[in-house]
């Protein structure tokens, strides 16, 4: 782009929102061959979203809505709606009426084809022929420069953490280095007819005859060496690794009456404080709860009441004459042994032990494990039996092999301690799993040790066979995230859902302690086995193989944000670590810990980025390393935790600066569940030398997702689009600034409220552009304040204001009113929002907050202060936590999850002063109407008059437009709406006499 011809982004002018959004969200769905399934990386950004920001920033608008809207359709294509059926289980079908994508590059599956290329076509020639070049500085699992180089762009990608650097090599150096390349597949390979039959099987429909002659062909070596690309590389060497693996670790998973293990499942045990007994710390006793299959563990006391014996219930009958009955009974029969109270002990009547008194025994390691059944492939489905004897010995005797398999591996077992207790979502170290080898039982370590073990060894065979140091490197690399998929699926924290699905250890980022876990079977069939992380491997690198064929090689760095290393940058676009929301290196330290012990020593850089004993979090000397909001890495100082983080922030923005050409653009992403803090980033932002011109609100997650870590995570995302200021640009005052701010928003505000642009969604996509007035300067004085500037959140405080009292005058005007009509309190203000948004249901406190702030409220005056909300659910993270320690089942856990808000009915308000002048500031005009109606529906029709005459009310249009809006949104046919409308009657018959002082009730 011509640094004099400074024209618009697409992005400054119009977004397909709604098909970002929709997209982004069914992109969680997706699992074969995207890049979660690489490695885990907390909060990747959907490919949709990242992809649709890259498009809109690169391109300049074309100026013209024809042009831009055609843009817009070739982008993100267009929402139709169809019809889902989806049969319940009583066997009824039922329909939904969904949106969707038709057409368009943002869907998974369609992100190629000839409208990718006509994209990529017009990037270059917006930039004069050349390739745009893109930095991520905050890159983790690499989102958004995976998207840019699809797109044709030069890209860097950063990141601090040794974990996500490795992840970005294999996401995006690898796969871009050997797209397009083929080499024949390793003898021992073509020789294996097992490993031959899956490549058959993979590469290509055969019929079973083409299959039999081929797999002939390979026994009797007559089948020609095909050149295949890395992903079938990748799976010959894993094939490799697991047949050595087998043979160590056979004989650790016994195959017992012909039926192959599926898992092992286990309790942590406690010795009861009063009798002394082994109690095990179940959470449930459910090991299977199906429509079709019931099966449960039962634990009855042995002879002496020092324990339990174990038992197998299968076919468990469902009791009760209705569904909540037979809920109620189940949830009776399952009950395990751990409650919030903690662990009551099944042999002495049921006496506690706390669970501070849990966490003193873990510390003092006292807590056990006792293997508790054992899932196995039977002829029919998956069967529960009781542990031999063999199997028993089997798991502990793992143990005294761990030093041998561990001897030539570097670092050897895991010990490098755990972050502290203090660190953000760590619970386990409450309990006395102080190291990382703690968190696995004996044979899950002995497992990956022998792992990690042969993939060493492949890397001396890779060499030998003639690979390049290119090609095996990239093997290697990509066996090495075959492990850290394997460890994830390998630790005590997997549960096991009562579906019989085994969960991994990161379902949410955090530590949490678990009570009863399962041991999946690495060198198995089923789910949590080696074979299986490969596949998940392969399938990535097959599909940016194809992907990244077209690309140019990425720069990816593992350094501080904060450092100058690039320059002449056109755009940067970023998602960087959100204050508390997420502490990476904390909890990616669990791979970094076998990332080290596969890849160091193998390569220079390896050797280097694995070499320290721990990912960097914070160096105090050097005032540099991971940006995030944890005071436990500054002693308990919240305040300092705060400053470092935000200082961190606008110094990493101000090397953003540095490094952009003066035409190129920055785009940040922002979570946005506290506007305040969400403020001081973009305070950040502007100090740095930018001018805020966008913003969009994505939305990137499905909204009945597991809950996040301290639910930070909302269902959507602020992308900040940002410009350089001129240098010479000047200070502004207040007045001049809001002015122009009100007169240029009102625009926008029409343009985007035509484009359908509802709820908060409206609110933020007015955020950016409204800063673009105030932004232009680098400081905003006020005039009659002399010393005193105007900081982003009081401009923001006016901006809001304006956007939402323009949605209440659409809502009461029925979108007649051209602008913002001002004029209602703060309090109705935001209950019309609500209303509006989300009638009576529950509405998700984010949303609410930032309505709240933006009628200049917060969400505890409408709770506790106004008695207008009422919260469902909800707590901070460690309550949270602690309720997953102690929930007793599972499956009830995700639907009592977040924090939920309801607005209260007109009934649920009786406070005696509702709708009363206090301290001399009249009445909320929401509360009057609410005391009208309990005064109306109370028949007095004197004290109704009274109540109107000595406020005016007749008078007030206001009044009356809201008594209208008001019925419009209450229900047909209910209560509410017939007071309403006999109030709304009763006001408009000003004048009339009313002869009956006692009006019938509604209702009666
Ligand atoms: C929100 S994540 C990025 C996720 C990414 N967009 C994706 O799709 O996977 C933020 C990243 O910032 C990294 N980070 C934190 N402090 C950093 C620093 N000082 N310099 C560079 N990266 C840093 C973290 O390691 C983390 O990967």
Known sequence: MNPDNDRKRLIEAAFPLKQASLDSVHEKNVRHGHISTLHIWPARRPLAACRAALIATLLPDPGNKAERDQILEKLGGRVVEVVKKKKLPSGKVEETVVPETVGGILHWGRESGPDLEWFRKKIREAYGGRAPRVLDPFAGGGAIPLEAMRLGCEVTAIDINPVAWFILKCTLEYPQKLAGQHRPLPDFALQSPEFMEQFFKGTGKLTRKQLERNLKAVQERLFPASDVGLAWHVRAWGWWVLQRAKADLEKFYPVVDGKPTVAYLWARTVKCKNCRATIPLLKTKWLCKRDNKRVLLTATPNEDRGGVVFGIQNDVPQVGGNAAQRREHDKKIGQGTMSRSGASCPCCNGAITTMEELRAEGIAGRLETVLTAVVVDGFDGKEYRLPTQQEEKGATGAQQHLEHVFGDVPFGVPTEPLPSKEALGFRVPLYGINQWSKLFAPRQLLALGTIVRHVRKSWENLGALGYSPQWAEAIISSLGCSVARLADYSSTVCLRALSEFLCHTFTRFALPITWDFVEGNPIGQTSGNYAGALDWVARYIEHATDGLAKSIPPTVLNQSAKKDSVAGLDLVLTDPPYYDAIPYSDLMYFFYVWHRRTLYGLTPEYTKAFEPDAPPTWDHEGEDGELIDDSSRFGGDAAKSKQVYEDGMFRSFQACYGALRQEGRLVVVFANKQPEAWEALVSAIIRAGFVV??????????????????????????????????????????????????????????????????????????????????????????????????????????????????????????????????????????????RYDFGLGEAPIGACILYAISCGLTDRELTDRFDLLTRIGGCDAAEEMDREETSDDSEEEGSSSGSKVKLKTWTQRHRKTLGLEADGRPAPLIDQIHRLMHLWKAGDVVKVDEYLDGRALRRNSLFAQLLQALIELSPAGSEERAILESLSNHVAARGVAYEDKQIPLVGD
């Not at 200070?731 to 701010?741: I, K, R």
């Not at 007169?743 to 950016?768: K, N, S, Y």
């Open 693 to 834: 011109d966008g913003s969009w609100p994505i939305q990137t997650e499905r909204e009945t997702r597991m809950r996040a870590y301290a639910s930070a995570a909302l269902a959507s995302s602020v992308w900040l689009v940002c410009k350089k200021r001129p240098e010479a640009a000047r200070p502004g005052w207040d007045n001049t600034v809001l002015n122009e701010m009100m007169e240029r928003i009102q625009v926008r505000l029409r343009e985007f409220w035509d484009a359908g642009i509802r709820g908060p969604d409206f609110v933020w996509a007015a955020t950016g552009p409204a800063l673009e007035v105030y932004s232009k300067h680098p400081v905003v004085k006020k005039a009659n304040a002399p010393g005193e500037v105007m900081n982003v959140s009081e401009f923001l405080r006016h901006v809001r204001r304006i956007v939402v009292d323009f949605v209440v005058g659409q809502v009461i005007s029925h979108g007649e009113a051209q602008q913002t009509t001002g004029g209602l309190d703060d309090l109705t203000t935001y209950y019309i929002l609500h």
